[in-house]
């Protein structure tokens, strides 16, 4: 494709997307497709001969859309967010098009520096400590995923640990993200060396006396404590551990202290909830929170910041003689390969720099702002009507609640509130998922899409009452 | 930004890079930036008040594009190519436009479907065994990178070699890429537990006979062999791996092959080249190549396909309460989440989609043809200039030669062409890489952007000669 015949296809498929994005309430939020129903409708055999750019996107219409979810209709309030937006749209399109790889810093200077730059940014944004600056002897990083990010953050724990050979701990709790786990299995752990922590009954945070004891009957035992991982803004209900008690004990004990902030982290941007980052300043050794979920940067964007980079770079550098140069030898760069699992890596930072300077702090701050009001306006609807059973703490934009479904047993009633679950997304007109807690299968609400205006979240309510019948 | 500003500003982001890439040979190959030249010309401090996208567009080209390395410069000859493509930065484009995340079937079923479709696609035109397509008990996967296809790949040889808390082993060469060690690493292995199989001096290709000895030497000892890996075109000099020799001791000692074809594996679309996979279909558990090299298609797309699914699938499926779904518990469908290490994903497919489509099979083969057509010529001009040696195995787009140095110590032999290396790059007309194969640097030439023409490689034949002196 030439030049020329890309500027052509080009401002079709930005046609396309605006279109798309401009009519996209029109749109089953989920996808009403069968499986096998979206390959059956495109040919089996790839084709021998080129074909008409024209044909791809008639094809987009015709047999892609009806089998996309629509992640950005204002009526999705599935899982969490995954915000795109303009500027972050074109800076992921601006990384296609210059097409280069920022494996090091010699690869391409700007991939590098830009990076560095729009991470330490972003750590002022969320009011994130000094330390976590790329200039100090810590530093942050763009990964593709929080999943992803944890894993370094374990490896680099595991580095500083030491105790090769020995049985190693990770500490997390019945609410951490499956990730962590994953990450356990990844390095090697053994299943029963990612341990769990109670959690408090009502607020589902992690109890930190059971985390200290758990720690010592592990040392006693002969076990390396490598990482622990505290969580602000769980999966499952944005539950928040109390990240200043569990760094007490992790610093009593020499442990790496792994926040997960992989929704929640960007709301910081808010001076009114800087105090969910309360211990972090002292004692975090690592901290991640993605600005691809609720900050306007499409996926994927999560930012890695660390308060030591050496054990991260110790664990993950090798360096083979065609990747040696002059810039990676004068100690004066980053080498950004060394920060995470792969080698090659995109121009990512494009797209954050974009967001950030068509928004500003600002826009950021307004955008979370209006999701956490809406999210408080929809939790006031629930609590009024006494059908409905709200989990109370709802302090970002995921709201937790469920019938009440009286004088069936639990079981029954998760049956019924699954049930309820599957005629609102079959419906198309909304899409939410669920979570369990104390054995209570629970509807989330989750708000932040761009698009999202009070009138869908009041339409959202009036859809689930009237499905209850 | 809405839908109306994005149709504005996305126009002018598409006459911007379809300026850039009319005009790119106008640009030094290699930045010219020195460490810190990009960030002091940008502001140190984020924005209180968003800014107009102009703004972004015109620090693009005053602060980020002199620090970019030019990748799809017709004159960049380092490392390996990383093509780039108007269909695959276009169906980039889609990807971002849609903004959704397939991490299970069910959160945008098209995702999925697309992306086995073109997977098995792609395993037709390169002639790969039936046993690697999706309906078979194996499949494809989109991953970001080979390294992180080549971890996976190791997860799941540990997953099915068990003896997990014994010594297991995994078997490379020297010319292996460095991310199989670093994925030994992250998979918790000690660092002598990679083990280094001899090549033969003269082809660098591993010695299946020595791969044997090491496995029984290492069972004798204890030791669990979980993986070994053949490369198909490494990456230092494309050097190919006795893949059926070594999957013959592989079966013999039941340990999973994995294939690395990072770079040379698309070649195979050409159906002279099919002889690189012999023993493929008969010995391989997995097998690796990136269309982002040499195929079109923008990084990141990195295909992993593996003859039996079931034992990765195994060693990462984590399931949480808030991501089950009634088509996963249905076994109808594919979780790609299973397949990768993160848990979210983009819609990759699309890139992949639009280039086949758009180039059909003839297309994509003449792309390749013209690669190793030009590799070729350039290798006759160095064959026929006495003062040069040249690497005589080059069965791909890469050429890998020396000046001679009559009178030169090895050493002083090699900081001369260093030196010269230094100077070429230095010139901005071209760019090249080096690497080390018996003791010698030798200057890599690796021919293969899209923009690359006969003119291009015989200028940069001129200026090395001219730079000799």
């Not at 209900?237 to 926040?259: K, M, N, Q």
């Not at 929704?263 to 980052?277: D, F, Q, T």
């Not at 609720?294 to 964007?301: A, I, V």
């Not at 807690?437 to 761009?450: D, E, F, K, S, Y």
């Amino acid at each position: 494709m030439t030049p020329e015949e890309f500027r052509e296809y080009g401002k079709r498929v930005v046609d396309w997307i605006a279109d798309y994005l401009a009519s996209i309430e029109s749109r089953p939020v989920r996808s009403q497709a069968k499986p096998g129903d979206v390959r059956s409708a495109l040919p089996e055999r790839p084709p021998e001969e080129g074909e008409p750019f024209e044909h791809v996107l008639a094809d987009l219409d015709r047999a892609i859309l009806p089998g996309v979810t629509h992640w950005q209709h204002p009526s999705f309030f599935a899982y969490f967010p995954a915000n795109a937006s303009g500027p972050a749209i074109l800076g992921d399109l601006l990384s296609s098009g210059l097409g280069v790889q920022g494996m090091v810093w010699a690869t391409s200077p700007a991939c590098t520096e830009l990076e560095s730059l729009v991470v330490d940014w972003l750590a002022e944004l969320l009011g994130l400590p000094q330390g976590f600056r790329t200039d100090s002897a810590g530093g942050g990083v763009i990964q593709d995923t929080a999943s992803s990010a944890s894993l370094v953050a374990l490896l680099a724990a595991l580095r500083r640990a030491g105790g090769e050979g020995r049985r190693r701990t990770v500490y997390v709790s019945s609410q951490t993200h499956s990730s962590l786990e994953k990450a356990g299995r990844i390095a090697g752990l053994a299943a029963g060396d990612v341990r769990a922590v109670n959690v408090d009954e009502h607020t589902l945070a992690m109890d930190p006396a059971h985390l200290d004891e758990l720690i010592a009957a592990d040392v006693a035992d002969g076990a390396v404590p490598a990482l622990v991982c505290a969580t602000i803004g769980t999966t499952s209900t944005t539950a928040i551990d109390p990240v200043r008690r569990i760094g007490e004990v992790c610093r009593a004990r020499g442990v790496w202290l792994h926040v997960d902030a992989a929704y929640a982290g960007v709301s910081a941007i808010c001076p009114e909830l800087r105090w969910i980052n309360d211990g972090v300043a002292e004692y975090a050794d690592s901290y991640v929170t993605n600005p691809h979920k609720w900050l306007l940067t499409n996926f994927d964007c999560s930012v890695l910041w660390l308060a030591d980079r050496a054990p991260m770079i110790e664990a993950l550098s090798i360096l083979p003689e065609y990747l040696r140069n002059a810039a990676s030898a004068s100690g004066e760069v980053i080498d950004y390969r060394d920060w995470q699992i792969p080698l090659g890596r995109r121009f990512r930072a494009l797209k954050l720099w974009s967001v950030i300077r068509w928004y500003g702090a600002e826009g950021l701050r307004e955008h979370v702002h209006k999701g956490i009001a809406l999210a408080d306006e929809f939790a006031a609807l629930v609590a009024a009507d006494e059908r409905f059973e709200l989990r109370q703490d709802h302090p970002f934009g995921l709201v937790c609640f469920r019938p009440r479904w009286p004088g069936l047993s639990t079981a029954d009633a998760n049956a019924a509130t699954l049930a309820l679950l599957e005629r609102l997304n079959d419906s198309g007109d909304l899409y939410l998922s669920h979570t369990k807690a104390n054995g209570n299968v629970l509807l989330r609400m989750a708000i932040g899409a761009p698009a999202t205006e009070r009138e869908h979240v009041l339409a959202a309510w009036s859809a689930i009452r009237r499905e209850l019948g």
